[in-house]
């Protein structure tokens, strides 16, 4: 057993994903509480590369052909070994699509409670969760001998956990990773073609207040007037108004435009991580409860369908006069 | 094929959310209950399934207000079985507990596929796939947006951020996590799922002795109190879009 902090790093076809250095600002936190060192644990095949500016006190390393990319089986053993028999004090894994795949699946295997949408821990070593969209914040106590914790960004910044020198690299060995039921049998990239919104400095984003397919028209207008581009949270992609190179958030872009005008846009977590880092967030929501506003600059609670034909044309006036 | 489709309500964010007397959990006496999005995208996709290849589709939900009509919605579309677990309280459960019920009931029926919504926005100890899968010693995959049927296998499309997508063979039997179906969730009409309802049974199952450890002990729970909240903009839309533009063109963009 062990007062150690564990991060696992994420990373695809060879790029550390931000939310690791995230989890390694945070494990700094939980290790000064704790009284222990911060590990990053990095799986892959001859990746040690990629843990050239990890700001840990150690680097956990394990090679193996089946750790190349990221498969949830091959990753889920590696880890329920090294969790076994080292018993850190936590272990952190992204709120992620590789963290989430393995983090549950941990705590049923070796029988650990589990903390799932983290953003902070508290001085004195308590969990803060946003749950319900982000509409209520949960605060809690972290178990004993060792808890594992899923994290969403928000409440640390990426510099924090990098380094300029590389930690000691210690390896460790995998267990058998053979007749793994999970396989990748290839990556498919995004189509191209379309803007690239994160170029954009003037965003005009709709979320499901749209309502229809048809109400597009209201933002488009106002985008030909103000030379602005129009992108979308994931429920108008998902039913297919507009394309997933319009996407914003978590499973699509991170953008950081001058403005961000978020039309109809509850501000879920998933939503928010990737609109953090925007000059200004303007939103318009006929809730004045939701937690876009809690991001947001400017706001107002007025209907965007009253609003935005209102918005186009004191745009054009302005630009006419 | 056999797929199972857990579903579970959560609260409806458009409503207003409070917290209860005991300062750690969501005030329940008001609170609207929907089915979870990501599981009405699980059904959708079972249905998908069901549809191209064959399958036999059951879907299974904890008893709670307006859980009925969310199984007769599902077998209007196509769903064959429909089970209601009982004595359970759909808002109290977490996700360890609900997987530990699931699994004793998966044992006996053996599925091929299960497909639950990726997660819930109020889960706070993950979500139910993960776990479900480790209880039942199968692979899990999540963040799933696509399934396509191969012999003893599944190709599931997994999403990674900025739209790339990893295709992963699992073989089966396997637990999925469903971010989105290949088509948003069809619309059924209420004179269908009202004529379901006279011929379709819905299954009662009895459950007790629910085993949440393993999940998050909260002690307090708040409504967020950001440092700073946006400055509201009062007036009618020709007022407040007067000030919008003034705001661009202070900050340059205009
Ligand atoms: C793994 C995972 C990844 C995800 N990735 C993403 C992602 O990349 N991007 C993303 O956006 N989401 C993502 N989501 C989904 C996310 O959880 C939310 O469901 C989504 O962001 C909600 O979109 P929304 O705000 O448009 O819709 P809602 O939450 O339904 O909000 C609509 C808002 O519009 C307001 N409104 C309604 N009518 C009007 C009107 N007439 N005028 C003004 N306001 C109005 C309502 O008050 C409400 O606040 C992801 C979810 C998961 C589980």
Not at chain 1, 85 to 91: F, G, M, W
Not at chain 1, 154 to 177: D, N, V
Not at chain 1, 243 to 258: A, E, F, I
Not at chain 2, 180 to 190: G, I, L, N, S, T
């Amino acid at each position: 057993m062990s007062q150690d902090i564990f991060v696992l790093i994420e990373h695809l076809r060879g790029q550390v994903a931000d939310i690791s250095y995230i989890m390694l600002a945070a494990a700094r936190t939980l290790a000064s509480s704790s009284g222990g060192q911060v590990a990053a644990v990095l799986l892959g095949k001859d990746a040690q590369k990629l843990a050239g500016n990890l700001a840990a006190d150690k680097v956990l390393y394990a090679d193996s052909p089946a750790l190349t990319e990221f498969t949830s089986e091959a990753y889920q053993l590696t880890l329920a070994k090294l969790i076994e028999e080292q018993s850190p004090r936590a272990v952190l894994f992204g709120h992620t699509t590789i963290g989430a795949d393995v983090a549950g699946w941990l705590s049923g295997k070796l029988s650990l409670p589990l903390v799932s949408s983290c953003v902070n821990f508290t001085s004195d070593g308590k969990f803060l969760s946003q749950t319900c969209g982000g509409k209520i914040m949960a605060e809690g106590d972290l178990p004993s001998p060792t808890i594992l914790v899923t994290m969403i960004p928000g409440g640390y910044k990426s510099e924090q956990g990098q380094a300029a020198q590389a930690s000691a690299i210690e390896s460790f060995t995998p267990p058998a990773l053979d007749n793994l039921r999970v396989a990748l049998k290839k990556y498919i990239e995004p189509e191209a073609g379309d803007v690239d919104i994160s170029k954009s400095p003037f965003l005009i984003a709709v979320g499901r207040g749209i309502q229809n397919k048809d109400n597009l028209d209201l933002p488009n207008e106002l985008a030909a007037a103000i030379n602005g581009t129009v992108c979308a949270s994931r429920p108008v992609v998902d039913q297919g108004w507009l394309p997933t190179s319009r996407l914003v958030g978590k499973s699509g872009k991170r953008v950081k435009p001058k403005i961000y005008l978020a039309l109809g846009i509850s501000g879920a977590p998933e939503h928010v991580e990737g609109i953090n880092e925007s000059d200004v967030i303007v939103a318009v929501n006929t809730d004045a409860n939701a937690p876009i506003f809690n991001v947001a600059k400017y706001g107002t609670t007025l209907d965007l369908l009253d609003l935005v034909p209102q918005l186009t044309e004191k745009v054009k006036q302005a630009k006419g006069g | 094929m056999k797929i199972a489709v857990p579903i579970k309500f959560v609260p409806d964010l458009v409503e207003e959310l409070n917290i209860d007397s005991s300062g750690a959990a969501l005030d329940t006496s008001w609170l609207r209950l929907i089915i979870n999005e990501f599981d009405d995208h699980a059904i959708e996709q079972a249905i998908l399934l069901k549809e191209r290849g064959g399958a036999e589709v059951t879907i299974i939900c904890a008893e709670g207000d307006g859980v009925d009509d969310i199984l007769f919605n599902a077998a209007a579309k196509g769903a064959d079985q429909l089970v209601k677990l009982m004595g359970s309280d759909a808002a109290m459960m977490n996700s360890h507990a609900t997987a530990r019920v699931l699994a004793d009931f998966f044992k006996e029926i053996q599925p091929d596929l299960i497909l639950t919504g990726v997660q819930a926005h109020n889960d706070l100890d993950g979500s139910v796939g993960a776990l479900l899968a480790e209880y039942l010693g199968m692979p899990y995959v999540g963040y799933v947006a696509g399934v396509t049927a191969a012999s003893g296998s599944v190709i599931a499309r997994k999403e990674y951020p900025g739209g790339i997508i990893g295709e992963m063979e699992v073989k089966l039997p396997a637990v999925l996590g469903i971010q989105a179906a290949e088509q948003p969730p069809r619309y059924v009409a209420y004179s269908k799922i009202n004529q379901v309802s006279k011929t379709v049974k819905i299954e009662e199952r009895a459950i007790s002795d629910l085993d949440s450890s393993g999940g998050a002990t909260v002690g307090r729970m708040f409504k967020p109190e950001p440092a700073q909240r946006a400055e509201i903009i009062e007036g009618s839309p020709e007022e407040v879009a007067d000030r919008m533009v003034g705001i661009f063109k202070e900050l340059g963009v205009m």
